[in-house]
């Protein structure tokens, strides 16, 4: 199966007038499918993505799976992972490490394309076919100028789930955020626990794997710089030092400051988890099965003893059962989670009543969402690069990256930049609450039509002749809700209400980071090259003052982003927190052997971007595993 592109002839309609709606880009995206549409996944599978519309369902669907509609695989296995994506894969590989213990991973994408590992794509690969397509419900504080009111929010749909479709920033966040996580009842889950774990995934070899008290050097994932810096990566780090920001390590316990990014990447080539911690075992243990393609859509659990003991899974338009002797370990992600859960019967009870699910556990399950707000909007001209590369020269960086993995389709532009700062309203005395990021955009075009070129963005990052300055949220106070699809809750898409800014601390901060970070035009740095603000209100906005508190408070809720850093839905907690789903060592309170393990658990979002602390996670809870099972039980 390969890789699909976006299909940018939903937004392009006759006439659009910008450059990423003419045939050119078309071509484009055509080419890099046929060039890495495919995947260097070994077995190139057999199997069809199962057409999930066809089979019938509706108020007898389960009743119908456990009279007999289903197929009972009767090769039992100690342990089932439900979904390898940044957390799955990880968990995966290591509980498979034990010979004895027979381990099923099930997926419900296809295997990773090589588009996935060309670094300055990412844009591309939102929309396309390893996309769950997710999109938020609208809402009256923000997307308001966004299509149907609704945000989109990717979720990687592959193996390699999020961490095959994302932007490769490796930062872990504050000390301080894991010491919160451990006083909030989450025995085990200071710094000083979860540090061990960063390390134990890590292969650093870059200048900071010198400091051996943060940084490790033996793990399954590569940590590296890219190996390609345009012009305005470094004159930017060298605005932000003006402007007295120091040069640091964010993954110590210095983040406020400037740096260079680590990123997931292996000489010039993305390390998704897929890539990191599933190919080099896939075809060598033989105690780890793969199932591709297959859709779990319950836990099975016996109601009266409340002991999970399988899952319920779709392959090929059959239902499947398969049972696990020890335990299930759901990492399907922060939709995905909740959903399996709820349509397991473990949810909020009057959720689940209105869905006409029977009750197993009654658990505040999909609740606590968080997630890393910013804006579209806020952008700065430059006269030093150019969006408009011909044909030869896109096909030049493609040979180049095809040849030795090097040039400006091996690094993501500006976003290589990462600044932490702290804004007046941030009481603790060395956390960031603001991340300031640097996307890269096409000025004349987001002037043109603001939300059609977001829609349209596809093209690689490398190519710019603006910045796009994002204040990322990244202590919210907002907190939003998963809820289960009314009309077709088992392969229809959650309902997110994600409440992004409904709290005003929430805007006050971004105002904040807005002014931070547009101080950059006043640099020496900055000014030599004529950078400039593009002043053009925006539609919708036209009222306010352009720069006032109440024009940025209009983007924010008019053309509102995201850093894709939603977590929270099954809270980790004690038994006595009353939104917690799962305890310190990632059980589901009330039923057993069933784990989550997985962005969701995290009871607050990290002040970093999420995929390490989720690799963490991953790293920690395997362990815990392997503790229970082999020191405790056996
Ligand atoms: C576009 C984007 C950009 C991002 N950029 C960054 C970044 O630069 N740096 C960073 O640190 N973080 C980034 N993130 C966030 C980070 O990637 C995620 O926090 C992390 O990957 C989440 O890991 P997870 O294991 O919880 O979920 P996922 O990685 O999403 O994995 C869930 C897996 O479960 C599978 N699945 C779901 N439901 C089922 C089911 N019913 N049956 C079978 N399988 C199922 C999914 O297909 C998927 O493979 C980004 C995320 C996105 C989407």
Same mark, same amino acid.
Request: aromatic share 8%; proline share 5%.
């Given at each position: 199966m390969s890789w699909v592109p976006p299909d940018l002839s939903q937004s392009c309609q006759a006439g659009s007038n910008i450059t990423t709606c003419q045939p050119s880009t078309f071509l484009f995206l055509q080419l890099v499918s046929n060039l890495f549409g495919q995947s260097k996944d070994a077995v190139e599978r057999q199997d069809h993505h199962t057409d999930l519309e066809d089979f019938i369902f509706g108020d007898k669907f389960f009743e119908n799976v456990a009279a007999g509609g289903a197929n009972r695989e009767d090769n039992a296995y100690d342990f089932i992972v439900v979904g390898a994506g940044s957390a799955g894969c990880v968990v995966a590989n290591r509980l498979s490490e034990i010979r004895q213990w027979k381990v099923l991973l099930l997926e419900a994408g296809g295997d990773e394309p090589d588009v996935t590992g060309v670094p300055a794509f990412p844009p591309m690969l939102q929309g396309s076919s390893i996309d769950w397509g997710y999109t938020t419900e609208p809402q009256q504080y923000n997307c308001l100028r966004r299509r149907e009111q609704r945000c989109n929010w990717p979720r990687g749909k592959v193996m390699g789930g999020s961490s095959a479709i994302n932007y490769m920033i490796y930062l872990r966040g504050s000390p301080e955020d894991f010491n919160e996580w451990e006083s909030m009842g989450n025995k085990g889950w200071s710094y000083d626990d979860v540090l061990p774990y960063f390390k134990k995934s890590e292969d650093n070899h870059d200048a900071e794997a010198q400091n051996t008290f943060f940084h490790g050097t033996e793990g399954y994932l590569s940590i590296e710089r890219f190996p390609f810096q345009d012009t305005n990566v470094n004159m930017s780090i060298r605005a932000y030092q003006e402007l007295g920001l120091k040069i640091v390590d964010q993954n110590t316990d210095e983040q406020i400051g400037v740096m260079l990014l680590q990123q997931t990447v292996k000489n010039g080539e993305r390390q998704s988890t897929n890539t990191a911690f599933i190919r080099p075992i896939r075809q060598k243990r033989k105690n780890l099965k793969i199932e591709t393609n297959t859709y779990v859509s319950r836990i099975l659990i016996n109601p009266d003893t409340k002991i999970a003991y399988g899952v319920e899974y779709f392959k090929n338009n059959k239902v499947f059962m398969v049972t696990a002797r020890k335990e299930v370990i759901l990492s399907a992600g922060t939709f995905n989670s909740p959903k399996t859960l709820m349509l397991s019967g473990i949810g909020p009870s009057s959720h689940l009543n209105e869905m006409n699910i029977k009750i197993i556990q009654d658990l505040q399950v999909g609740y606590?969402?968080?997630?890393?707000?910013?804006?579209?909007?806020?952008?700065?001209?430059?006269?030093? !690069?150019?969006?408009?590369?011909?044909? #030869?020269?896109?096909?030049?960086?493609?040979?180049?990256?095809?040849? $030795?993995? $090097?040039?400006?389709?091996?690094?993501?532009?500006?976003?290589?930049?990462?600044?932490?700062?702290?804004?007046?309203?941030? $009481?603790?005395?060395?956390?960031?609450?603001?991340?300031?990021?640097?996307?890269? !955009?096409?000025?004349?075009?987001?002037?043109?039509?603001?939300?059609?070129?977001?829609?349209?963005?596809?093209?690689?990052?490398? +190519? +710019?002749?603006?910045?796009?300055?994002?204040?990322?949220?990244?202590? @919210?106070?907002?907190?939003?809700?998963?809820?289960? $699809?009314?009309?077709? @809750?088992?392969?229809? @898409?959650?309902?997110?209400?994600?409440?992004?800014?409904?709290?005003?601390?929430?805007?006050?901060?971004?105002?904040?980071?807005?002014?931070?970070?547009?101080?950059?035009?006043?640099?020496?740095? +900055?000014?030599?090259?004529?950078?400039?603000?593009?002043?053009?209100?925006?539609?919708?906005? #036209?009222?306010?003052? +352009?720069?006032?508190?109440?024009?940025?408070?209009?983007?924010?809720?008019?053309? !509102?982003?995201?850093?894709?850093?939603?977590?929270?839905?099954?809270?980790?907690?004690?038994?006595?927190?009353?939104?917690?789903?799962?305890n310190p060592e990632l059980k589901v309170h009330g039923i057993k052997n069933l784990r989550v393990i997985d962005a969701s658990v995290m009871p607050k979002v990290v002040r970093g971007n999420t995929n390490a602390a989720v690799i963490m996670i991953a790293e920690k809870g395997s362990d815990m595993i392997k503790n229970d099972w082999l020191h405790h039980k056996n």
């Amino acid at each position: 199966m390969s890789w699909v592109p976006p299909d940018l002839s939903q937004s392009c309609q006759a006439g659009s007038n910008i450059t990423t709606c003419q045939p050119s880009t078309f071509l484009f995206l055509q080419l890099v499918s046929n060039l890495f549409g495919q995947s260097k996944d070994a077995v190139e599978r057999q199997d069809h993505h199962t057409d999930l519309e066809d089979f019938i369902f509706g108020d007898k669907f389960f009743e119908n799976v456990a009279a007999g509609g289903a197929n009972r695989e009767d090769n039992a296995y100690d342990f089932i992972v439900v979904g390898a994506g940044s957390a799955g894969c990880v968990v995966a590989n290591r509980l498979s490490e034990i010979r004895q213990w027979k381990v099923l991973l099930l997926e419900a994408g296809g295997d990773e394309p090589d588009v996935t590992g060309v670094p300055a794509f990412p844009p591309m690969l939102q929309g396309s076919s390893i996309d769950w397509g997710y999109t938020t419900e609208p809402q009256q504080y923000n997307c308001l100028r966004r299509r149907e009111q609704r945000c989109n929010w990717p979720r990687g749909k592959v193996m390699g789930g999020s961490s095959a479709i994302n932007y490769m920033i490796y930062l872990r966040g504050s000390p301080e955020d894991f010491n919160e996580w451990e006083s909030m009842g989450n025995k085990g889950w200071s710094y000083d626990d979860v540090l061990p774990y960063f390390k134990k995934s890590e292969d650093n070899h870059d200048a900071e794997a010198q400091n051996t008290f943060f940084h490790g050097t033996e793990g399954y994932l590569s940590i590296e710089r890219f190996p390609f810096q345009d012009t305005n990566v470094n004159m930017s780090i060298r605005a932000y030092q003006e402007l007295g920001l120091k040069i640091v390590d964010q993954n110590t316990d210095e983040q406020i400051g400037v740096m260079l990014l680590q990123q997931t990447v292996k000489n010039g080539e993305r390390q998704s988890t897929n890539t990191a911690f599933i190919r080099p075992i896939r075809q060598k243990r033989k105690n780890l099965k793969i199932e591709t393609n297959t859709y779990v859509s319950r836990i099975l659990i016996n109601p009266d003893t409340k002991i999970a003991y399988g899952v319920e899974y779709f392959k090929n338009n059959k239902v499947f059962m398969v049972t696990a002797r020890k335990e299930v370990i759901l990492s399907a992600g922060t939709f995905n989670s909740p959903k399996t859960l709820m349509l397991s019967g473990i949810g909020p009870s009057s959720h689940l009543n209105e869905m006409n699910i029977k009750i197993i556990q009654d658990l505040q399950v999909g609740y606590n969402l968080q997630d890393h707000s910013t804006l579209d909007g806020v952008i700065i001209a430059l006269n030093n !690069t150019a969006t408009s590369v011909s044909d #030869e020269e896109r096909e030049r960086d493609i040979r180049q990256y095809i040849q $030795n993995h $090097n040039g400006p389709l091996s690094a993501t532009g500006t976003l290589q930049i990462d600044a932490l700062v702290q804004t007046r309203y941030e $009481n603790s005395l060395d956390r960031p609450d603001i991340q300031l990021l640097l996307d890269t !955009t096409n000025v004349q075009n987001f002037i043109n039509d603001p939300i059609l070129t977001s829609e349209t963005n596809v093209l690689p990052l490398a +190519y +710019y002749d603006g910045l796009m300055l994002r204040p990322v949220l990244l202590s @919210p106070e907002s907190r939003g809700v998963v809820k289960l $699809n009314t009309s077709d @809750p088992v392969f229809g @898409p959650p309902r997110i209400f994600s409440n992004t800014f409904r709290e005003r601390i929430d805007v006050l901060r971004i105002v904040e980071g807005i002014r931070q970070g547009l101080n950059l035009l006043k640099t020496q740095a +900055y000014r030599s090259i004529g950078a400039n603000l593009v002043t053009n209100k925006l539609p919708g906005c #036209e009222p306010f003052i +352009y720069g006032s508190d109440e024009y940025w408070e209009c983007l924010m809720r008019s053309y !509102t982003g995201t850093l894709h850093h939603q977590v929270g839905t099954c809270k980790m907690g004690p038994i006595d927190d009353k939104e917690a789903v799962v305890n310190p060592e990632l059980k589901v309170h009330g039923i057993k052997n069933l784990r989550v393990i997985d962005a969701s658990v995290m009871p607050k979002v990290v002040r970093g971007n999420t995929n390490a602390a989720v690799i963490m996670i991953a790293e920690k809870g395997s362990d815990m595993i392997k503790n229970d099972w082999l020191h405790h039980k056996n």
